[in-house]
């Protein structure tokens, strides 16, 4: 009986095992069919059948690539001072990053070039509240017609979808223009040829002829060595520092937000890279204003010597030469964000300011002048104009000068002398002051946080232009109003801007002592508010 019981357990220890690999076999065998099914394709049943396929487990999926975004230069990524948003969004990196992601592609498939634009949403028209798009462009693929004298894209034009244009996006042929002729439809008008029927800009005349084409940026002809890109510049003038300064900075910003983004035609490298390119770039003039004491800063960006179109299009050694080029269309000055009326909402921070005023110190090699001492006396810089001049300005500042001894008047014509001396000035000046007009624009290169500007304006005037500069700076600002005295030379003017003004010499000084009495406190001063010697 024990026997029997105990073949028994033996014989349920045997059949379990048995079942147990029976299990195991089983889920072994359904787990194989099931890396198969993953790795067959699935076919109708009277399609044949897939053929074998390996018996081992399928390597992991690669890891997806991640494109990180690419940054800006270091100078945008200064200590950021508490302020409003709209500040922010036009006179930080926040302002670079907004085009950067307005980017739209316009060329279709079957086109060999490409046009790709970027667009600001920052400008708002603050007589009208209207929204506006500034843009920026970049072309690829590009060569040049010698029959028109521009350059050619082969560019089938697409119409943009409705998603696109929720996001912000602009066709390419509804990119606003600007005064002075300026902005990318005016560039295209003037320089680009798009092969494509449906959108055809019109074409005047043929190729310009030279007198003598047989010079183009001092080479001759046969010697033509095609930069790899051209920046094509229609320009608003050629001597108001003003004007001349911000675009130049809204063409170093297009610079920068190219070479913050990436190009997807170009294994995500960036649209522009200036350590490799800017040496093989040149700039094409459009326009015919003069040269001007401000053109060599085009080469902080493009550094072959500037060009013009009609110069390019009459040498067909160059015009052969240019193959699968790149163009650039910069913002115009005209939408940079300085022109914003942004004084009421106090921006009092700017890196898009103090990088470009560094930038252009650099290039000229401006130094910093050698730091104060208190027994030295406090600069004071009058912008002397040829025309919207102070009345009776000379007996107004000798009267100053013998008031305060202890501050060093000077009245300085800066169109009478070099750019880079006009720089070195403005550095070392405590106070800066003057009528109304494109000189205050010396604001930008003055010591943050160690100065003054004073600012004289006609009666009817009231632009906030100079305030908001000096904010920018860390700079105070003092301003009066003057009476507009009839132009000398044609009594009958009614623009202010060719006025002079009038300032009763108790209201002038009473502007400039408090401007002075503003630096008595700023280092190494240390003086009471009273002196006055």
Same mark, same amino acid.
């Given at each position: 009986?024990?026997?029997?019981?105990?073949?028994?357990?033996?014989?349920?220890?045997?059949?379990?095992?048995?079942?147990?690999?029976?299990?195991?076999?089983? =889920?072994?065998?359904?787990?194989?069919?099931?890396?198969?099914?993953?790795?067959?394709?699935?076919?109708?049943?009277?399609?044949?059948?897939?053929?074998?396929?390996?018996?081992?487990?399928?390597?992991?999926?690669?890891?997806?690539?991640?494109?990180?975004?690419?940054?800006?230069?270091?100078?945008?990524?200064?200590?950021?001072?508490?302020?409003?948003? =709209?500040?922010?969004?036009?006179?930080?990196?926040?302002?670079?990053?907004?085009?950067?992601?307005?980017?739209?592609?316009?060329? +279709?498939?079957?086109?060999?070039?490409?046009?790709?634009?970027?667009?600001?949403?920052?400008?708002?028209?603050?007589?009208?509240?209207?929204?506006?798009?500034?843009?920026?462009?970049?072309?690829?693929?590009?060569?040049?017609?010698?029959?028109?004298?521009?350059?050619?894209?082969?560019?089938?034009?697409?119409?943009?979808?409705?998603?696109?244009?929720?996001?912000?996006?602009?066709?390419?042929?509804?990119?606003?223009?600007?005064?002075?002729?300026?902005?990318?439809?005016?560039?295209?008008?003037?320089?680009?040829?798009?092969?494509?029927?449906?959108?055809?800009?019109?074409?005047? +005349?043929?190729?310009?002829?030279?007198?003598?084409?047989?010079?183009?940026?001092?080479?001759?002809?046969?010697?033509?060595?095609?930069?790899?890109?051209?920046?094509?510049?229609?320009?608003?003038?050629?001597?108001?520092?003003?004007?001349?300064?911000?675009?130049?900075?809204?063409?170093?910003?297009?610079?920068?937000?190219?070479?913050?983004?990436?190009?997807?035609?170009?294994?995500?490298?960036? =649209?522009?890279?200036?350590?490799?390119?800017?040496?093989?770039?040149?700039?094409?003039?459009?326009?015919?204003?003069?040269?001007?004491?401000?053109?060599?800063?085009?080469?902080?960006?493009?550094?072959?010597?500037?060009?013009?179109?009609?110069?390019?299009?009459?040498?067909?050694?160059?015009?052969?030469?240019?193959?699968?080029?790149?163009?650039?269309?910069?913002?115009?000055?005209?939408?940079?964000?300085?022109?914003?009326?942004?004084?009421?909402?106090?921006?009092?921070?700017?890196?898009?300011?103090?990088?470009?005023?560094?930038?252009?110190?650099?290039?000229?090699?401006?130094?910093?002048?050698?730091?104060?001492?208190?027994?030295?006396?406090?600069?004071?810089?009058?912008?002397?104009?040829?025309?919207?001049?102070?009345?009776?300005?000379?007996?107004?500042?000798?009267?100053?000068?013998?008031?305060?001894?202890?501050?060093?008047?000077?009245?300085?014509?800066?169109?009478?002398?070099?750019?880079?001396?006009?720089?070195?000035?403005?550095?070392?000046?405590?106070?800066?002051?003057?009528?109304? +007009?494109? +000189?205050?624009?010396?604001?930008?290169?003055?010591?943050?946080?160690?100065?003054?500007?004073?600012?004289?304006?006609?009666?009817?005037?009231?632009?906030?232009?100079?305030?908001?500069?000096?904010?920018?700076?860390?700079?105070?600002?003092?301003?009066?109003?003057?009476?507009?005295?009839?132009?000398?030379?044609?009594?009958?003017?009614?623009?202010?801007?060719?006025?002079?003004?009038?300032?009763?010499?108790?209201?002038?000084?009473?502007?400039?002592?408090?401007?002075?009495?503003?630096?008595?406190?700023?280092?190494?001063?240390?003086?009471?508010?009273?002196?006055?010697?």
């Amino acid at each position: 009986m024990a026997l029997a019981l105990k073949m028994t357990r033996q014989a349920k220890r045997a059949v379990f095992v048995a079942l147990f690999l029976l299990a195991v076999f089983v =889920y072994l065998f359904h787990l194989d069919v099931y890396h198969r099914s993953r790795d067959t394709p699935w076919a109708a049943p009277s399609a044949p059948s897939a053929p074998p396929q390996p018996t081992s487990s399928p390597l992991p999926p690669p890891e997806p690539v991640v494109v990180t975004p690419l940054s800006a230069p270091l100078g945008y990524y200064s200590l950021s001072l508490a302020q409003r948003p =709209y500040c922010n969004a036009r006179f930080s990196v926040e302002y670079l990053e907004d085009i950067r992601r307005h980017e739209a592609s316009y060329c +279709g498939p079957s086109s060999r070039s490409s046009m790709t634009c970027f667009h600001s949403h920052s400008r708002v028209n603050d007589d009208n509240n209207e929204h506006q798009v500034d843009s920026l462009c970049v072309g690829q693929g590009v060569s040049m017609d010698p029959a028109l004298g521009k350059f050619s894209l082969h560019c089938a034009v697409r119409e943009l979808t409705a998603d696109e244009r929720e996001k912000g996006l602009v066709p390419l042929f509804n990119l606003r223009p600007y005064w002075y002729e300026t902005g990318p439809p005016k560039v295209f008008e003037a320089a680009v040829d798009f092969h494509n029927d449906a959108h055809k800009l019109e074409h005047e +005349g043929s190729a310009p002829q030279l007198d003598d084409p047989k010079s183009v940026g001092g080479g001759d002809v046969a010697e033509y060595d095609a930069p790899s890109a051209f920046l094509l510049l229609k320009r608003e003038g050629d001597g108001n520092v003003w004007h001349c300064l911000l675009e130049i900075m809204s063409t170093y910003m297009t610079f920068d937000v190219l070479g913050m983004s990436r190009d997807p035609l170009r294994d995500n490298k960036p =649209y522009f890279n200036s350590s490799e390119e800017a040496a093989n770039t040149q700039v094409v003039i459009l326009d015919d204003w003069s040269n001007g004491p401000f053109f060599d800063l085009w080469t902080l960006f493009a550094r072959r010597p500037p060009i013009r179109l009609k110069e390019l299009a009459a040498n067909p050694a160059a015009m052969k030469a240019v193959k699968d080029a790149k163009i650039i269309v910069p913002l115009t000055g005209s939408s940079n964000p300085l022109w914003q009326r942004s004084e009421v909402r106090g921006c009092t921070h700017a890196p898009t300011v103090s990088v470009f005023s560094q930038r252009v110190r650099d290039h000229f090699k401006v130094q910093d002048p050698a730091p104060q001492r208190k027994e030295d006396r406090i600069r004071l810089t009058f912008v002397d104009r040829r025309s919207r001049r102070l009345h009776n300005q000379t007996e107004l500042f000798q009267e100053l000068a013998r008031r305060h001894p202890h501050v060093e008047v000077k009245l300085i014509d800066f169109e009478g002398m070099p750019f880079p001396e006009q720089i070195r000035v403005a550095r070392e000046t405590e106070i800066l002051a003057g009528v109304h +007009g494109a +000189g205050l624009t010396h604001t930008m290169f003055m010591r943050e946080a160690a100065g003054a500007v004073v600012e004289i304006q006609h009666e009817e005037v009231n632009v906030e232009t100079f305030r908001v500069l000096a904010h920018q700076r860390y700079l105070s600002y003092f301003r009066a109003h003057g009476k507009a005295l009839p132009n000398p030379k044609n009594p009958d003017e009614k623009d202010w801007h060719w006025k002079d003004v009038e300032l009763e010499p108790e209201r002038f000084f009473a502007l400039m002592d408090a401007a002075i009495k503003s630096i008595h406190s700023i280092h190494p001063w240390n003086l009471d508010v009273d002196r006055t010697s």
